[in-house]
């Protein structure tokens, strides 16, 4: 799933298709940005300036490495830090799962940001309803690879899951898609997004 | 014959800058010629570039780094610079890469001129009469030993907790002249409760019978007392509960039983009084108020409506703003108020809350995960001055 890299390309499939949707020049904040490599990566490639957030301690001096602006901040306390309408995209890459309140903060996002982009493990994926359905224990992949009792992840959704909110919030969905991390492209993922999908992206503004 | 370690600046003579100009203070006060004792660390490159501006303190001086060459091995090691695990060569203030100055603050009592210096009017040291310095007059002091340095703009401020504020007051009052901006432990104002342990500090001072309404040089005594009840309880605020719980409990000093005496029985006790009365020895107590009083005026927000933001809407440098969870004397909230105002006015900042138990004191202290923060960030700083060289050289356009 990780390929060798330069430093120009990305490590996770999703930055390459989430930088696809970021306009240059524009401000953006990156939630949950890990060691920072998308949002340096937006720097360099879209010009963009903006934030990333991030709360893990060992990832705050990687990200300045990396020369990005970070915050070292708890998501779950909300986005009060930041101002109403000030940034053009919002992103929330592999985080949504982890959060303890993944609607209030979808509804910061909106807040913040004209648009948002949100990825995340598609928890209807194939192998995890084949997992369940054999064995009858909750799924473990490679996108998921913790137990039950002490995955960070809390707040597993599907694509579906994810739609219903986004219309019940009255968010206005740009583009979903579904990928797999091998990056290729079959007849079924794109008929049954929702069964061979293993990350959903998904783009949303306000109505 | 004293070796210092290997990765410190060794050892360090104090310079000091005259200056004859008068200096123009905000409490409307002026100082008609002063003098500012202070130390460098590395070498300046030839344009000058790489310099980077340390301001202290409350109860700091010049002697950042390094050791003072002492009459015995004892003494020199025991004379190491405050802030001696963040500069020196390899350490996130790298003296491989920059050239670190710190001068003593206008007031002060290690050499610039403060209280206990001579008044030329008078012949007499100052005493009371010595005007009230805040940071702003600190900080424009501070660009006249630049410009006496010839540095025009400075690789980056640096400052914790007082010297935070010089920090900050340096990217507002000269947004051109410095390129980066590292406020630590600090706080945009102090709130009432901060106000009102310098007040007590102040009065235990004030109130000692020694004290002679600031005039004590001359008699040759200082109100030793009040500063000693000053420095307990300022400690006590710099240091955590839990810090202070670990550190010493209910620990007693000999025995298991009480004495049911006055005398220091508890380890907390005779703790403190040892750092009051190391304190009283090198400190001197009207510097001690002026520089509490300077705490107290610093609101740079109050002459833009109270608006944190407009004060900083001009600011032109990149800021690194940390914090440390336990300091309940400049909270994380403080700091994340400074980073609010910044992220407003879109300034490249970036912002760590280092988890410990030490308190407001940690930012003096080696944790791992602060010295990473900032060993990044000036790695960062000191790679730009790099890549300026090579645009600069390199014919790349």
């Given at each position: 799933m990780i390929k060798s890299l330069n430093q120009s390309t990305l490590t996770r499939y999703d930055h390459q298709m989430i930088s696809n949707w970021v306009r240059?020049?524009?401000?953006?904040?990156?939630?949950?940005?890990?060691?920072?490599?998308?949002?340096?990566?937006?720097?360099?490639?879209?010009?963009?300036t903006g934030y990333g957030v991030e709360l893990n301690p060992e990832?705050?001096?990687?990200?300045i490495d990396t020369g990005i602006n970070v915050i070292q901040f708890n998501l779950d306390k909300g986005l009060g830090h930041f101002d109403t309408n000030s940034f053009d995209t919002v992103i929330l890459s592999l985080t949504l799962q982890a959060m303890r309140r993944p609607r209030e903060l979808l509804k910061e996002m909106m807040r913040v940001g004209k648009e948002g982009i949100v990825t995340f493990p598609n928890f209807a994926h194939w192998r995890n309803r084949w997992q369940i359905a054999m064995t009858g224990k909750m799924p473990e992949s490679e996108q998921l690879p913790h137990k039950w009792f002490d995955t960070p992840n809390i707040h597993l959704c599907t694509i579906n899951?994810?739609?219903?909110?986004?219309?019940?919030?009255?968010?206005?969905?740009?583009s979903s898609i579904a990928v797999r991390m091998d990056g290729r492209q079959t007849l079924g993922l794109r008929a049954l997004p929702n069964l061979f999908g293993e990350i959903a992206l998904c783009r949303f503004s306000k109505p | 014959m004293f070796e210092p370690p290997h990765n410190s600046v060794g050892t360090v003579t104090p310079q000091l800058a005259k200056f004859d100009q008068p200096l123009e203070l905000e409490s409307r006060g002026r100082l008609e010629s002063y003098q500012i004792v202070f130390e460098t660390y590395g070498k300046l490159n030839p344009d000058k570039t790489n310099a980077i501006l340390i301001c202290h303190a409350l109860s700091g001086d010049h002697h950042a780094a390094g050791y003072h060459q002492l009459k015995d091995e004892q003494s020199t090691l025991k004379s190491v610079g405050w802030w001696n695990t963040m500069i020196g060569p390899g350490k996130p203030i790298d003296t491989n890469r920059f050239f670190v100055v710190c001068p003593n603050n206008l007031g002060?009592?290690?050499?610039?001129?403060?209280?206990?210096?001579?008044?030329?009017?008078?012949?007499?040291?100052?005493?009371p009469d010595f005007p009230i310095v805040t940071v702003i007059d600190w900080v424009r002091s501070q660009a006249r030993l630049s410009d006496t340095l010839g540095i025009q703009t400075w690789a980056a401020v640096i400052g914790g907790s007082l010297g935070g504020m010089q920090a900050m007051q340096w990217s507002i009052t000269y947004p051109d002249r410095l390129k980066h901006c590292l406020i630590i432990a600090s706080a945009a104002k102090l709130n009432a409760q901060n106000i009102g342990f310098n007040d007590v500090a102040r009065q235990a001072i004030?109130?000692?019978?020694?004290?002679?309404?600031?005039n004590y040089y001359s008699l040759n005594t200082s109100p030793?007392?009040?500063?000693?009840?000053?420095?307990?309880?300022?400690?006590?605020?710099y240091l955590s509960e839990d810090m202070m719980a670990l550190k010493f409990g209910r620990n007693l000093r000999k025995k298991s039983k009480f004495d049911y005496e006055f005398t220091p029985e508890f380890e907390v006790e005779s703790y403190l009084r040892y750092q009051?009365?190391?304190?009283?020895?090198?400190?001197?107590?009207?510097?001690?108020?002026?520089?509490?009083?300077?705490?107290?005026?610093?609101?740079?927000?109050?002459?833009?409506?109270?608006?944190?933001?407009?004060?900083?809407?001009?600011?032109?440098?990149?800021f690194l703003v940390v914090s440390f969870s336990s300091d309940w004397r400049f909270a994380p909230e403080r700091s994340r108020e400074i980073v609010r105002a910044l992220q407003s006015n879109r300034a490249n900042v970036s912002y760590s809350e280092i988890?410990?138990?030490q308190g407001h004191d940690s930012f003096l202290l080696e944790i791992e995960h602060y010295v990473n923060v900032m060993k990044s960030y000036l790695g960062r700083v000191a790679n730009e001055l790099s890549n300026q060289k090579l645009s600069e050289h390199g014919g790349t356009g």
């Open positions: 240059p020049n524009s401000r953006v904040i990156d939630l949950g940005c890990g060691n920072g490599a998308l949002m340096s990566y937006l720097q360099t490639e879209k010009s963009v990832m705050i001096s990687q990200c899951d994810f739609h219903v909110l986004c219309h019940e919030l009255g968010f206005q969905i740009e | 002060g009592c290690s050499g610039s001129t403060g209280p206990s210096s001579i008044n030329p009017d008078t012949g007499k040291p100052y005493g004030r109130t000692d019978p020694d004290f002679h309404s600031g030793a007392r009040g500063m000693r009840v000053a420095r307990m309880i300022g400690h006590i605020t009051g009365d190391r304190f009283v020895n090198r400190f001197d107590a009207n510097t001690y108020l002026l520089m509490t009083k300077a705490l107290d005026y610093f609101d740079p927000a109050a002459e833009s409506g109270n608006s944190l933001t407009s004060a900083l809407s001009q600011v032109k440098s990149d988890k410990c138990d």
